[in-house]
């Protein structure tokens, strides 16, 4: 299965000033988010922040902020529990006519049944917190995450492995940000190909 541009949404968890100092190869991370950001604007996809409990951590590192839609505050190490789902997922659609009038079984559900964009490719610090349980509500949810590896950090390479081990096990994809930048062009003919390819290079 490959990465549909039109069915994907961006995530980025917590790249935030005082946090990305102590984590394990900490530039290269940063430096891949905020890589996958500037793909996802130029295809117009949907880029999506999370800062955990930013009064003690700081913000987001402020080039990975500006190219963030919106930029959820939280406090649960999972976005997911603090409303990340709603802004993923599209709001219902009103029903014509009064539908209230019908006996409930037969009244159309307001709430839809999966998001457009269900496709989440996900990355962020640390990965075997914020990140893994993000990713594990989303499954819940009925998303389905796919993880830039390679733009996921932890404080330590073990917990940030152990983290990649336990959400391919849950069903993530695992995949790198080069891998998401191909599979959502699809082909050299893309009218972005050549910009993309200078991002990458």
């Given at each position: 299965?490959l990465?549909?541009a039109?069915?994907?949404q961006?995530?980025?968890?917590?790249?935030q000033?005082?946090?990305m100092?102590?984590i394990?190869?900490?530039p290269?991370v940063?430096?891949?988010?905020?890589?996958?950001?500037?793909?996802?604007r130029m295809?117009?996809l949907?880029v999506w922040g999370?800062?955990?409990?930013?009064?003690r951590l700081?913000a987001?590192?402020?080039?990975l902020?500006a190219?963030?839609?919106k930029?959820?505050?939280?406090?649960?190490?999972s976005a997911a529990r603090?409303?990340?789902?709603?802004?993923?997922r599209?709001?219902?659609?009103?029903?014509?006519?009064?539908?209230?009038?019908?006996?409930k079984h037969?009244?159309?559900s307001?709430?839809?049944?999966g998001?457009?964009r269900?496709s989440?490719?996900?990355?962020?610090?640390?990965?075997?917190?914020?990140?893994?349980q993000?990713a594990?509500?989303?499954i819940?949810?009925?998303?389905e995450?796919?993880?830039?590896?390679?733009?996921c950090g932890?404080?330590?390479e073990?917990n940030?492995?152990?983290?990649f081990?336990?959400?391919?096990a849950?069903?993530?994809e695992?995949v790198t940000?080069e891998m998401?930048?191909?599979e959502w062009?699809?082909s050299?003919?893309?009218?972005?190909?050549?910009?993309?390819?200078?991002?990458?290079k």
């Amino acid at each position: 299965m490959l990465l549909d541009a039109t069915a994907s949404q961006l995530v980025l968890v917590d790249y935030q000033e005082r946090l990305m100092p102590a984590i394990f190869e900490g530039p290269a991370v940063l430096a891949n988010a905020q890589r996958l950001a500037r793909i996802a604007r130029m295809l117009d996809l949907p880029v999506w922040g999370t800062e955990q409990n930013p009064s003690r951590l700081g913000a987001n590192d402020a080039a990975l902020r500006a190219l963030c839609q919106k930029t959820l505050a939280k406090m649960h190490f999972s976005a997911a529990r603090e409303g990340l789902g709603e802004w993923l997922r599209p709001p219902a659609k009103p029903q014509g006519g009064n539908a209230r009038s019908l006996p409930k079984h037969l009244q159309k559900s307001t709430v839809p049944q999966g998001a457009e964009r269900s496709s989440i490719v996900i990355a962020g610090c640390e990965a075997h917190v914020c990140l893994l349980q993000t990713a594990l509500d989303l499954i819940d949810d009925g998303f389905e995450p796919w993880v830039v590896t390679d733009a996921c950090g932890s404080r330590t390479e073990r917990n940030r492995d152990a983290a990649f081990d336990r959400l391919a096990a849950a069903g993530a994809e695992l995949v790198t940000t080069e891998m998401v930048a191909f599979e959502w062009l699809g082909s050299c003919e893309h009218p972005a190909f050549k910009d993309l390819l200078d991002l990458i290079k």
